[in-house]
């Protein structure tokens, strides 16, 4: 049974940081790429950063170039999402995802998804 779970969300001021966390569990980190997307109420669920399986490669979203940090520990099967400088547009729930199984496919930064974890909710506000 493949499993995605996310963690470390939570509420945080303007300008702060947090790290989300994906475990990932019945497949390897050698072999399949994660990304980490995220949907705000009313608005398309967006793709936010990318890391290959291959070489480590990492990809990101225009929105967050600079500031978000994607990271794997392969050993740990889990991969990370530094995220700086927070604002209130970053406010979203955070998923993490992989390509498993059948079923609908997004494919964002040349990566085809379509396994998802439940999310985490990220908040920023005062």
């Known amino acids: 049974q493949v499993q995605l779970v996310e963690s470390g969300g939570g509420l945080v001021q303007p300008g702060g940081s947090l790290r989300l966390s994906c475990a990932v569990s019945?497949?390897?980190?050698?072999?399949?790429?994660i990304g980490w997307f995220r949907q705000a109420p009313g608005k398309k669920r967006e793709g936010v950063s990318r890391?290959?399986?291959?070489?480590?490669?990492?990809y990101y979203s225009d929105s967050v170039k600079g500031r978000f940090t994607i990271s794997r520990d392969n050993a740990k099967n889990t991969v990370y999402l530094q995220m700086n400088s927070l604002n209130p547009e970053d406010t979203a729930v955070y998923y993490c995802?992989?390509?498993w199984g059948g079923g609908l496919y997004e494919t964002v930064f040349g990566y085809s998804f379509n396994y998802w974890g439940q999310g985490t909710q990220v908040t920023v506000s005062e």
């Open positions: 890391i290959s399986s291959e070489d480590g490669r990492t």
């Open positions: 019945g497949l390897s980190l050698d072999y399949y790429d």
């Open positions: 995802a992989t390509s």
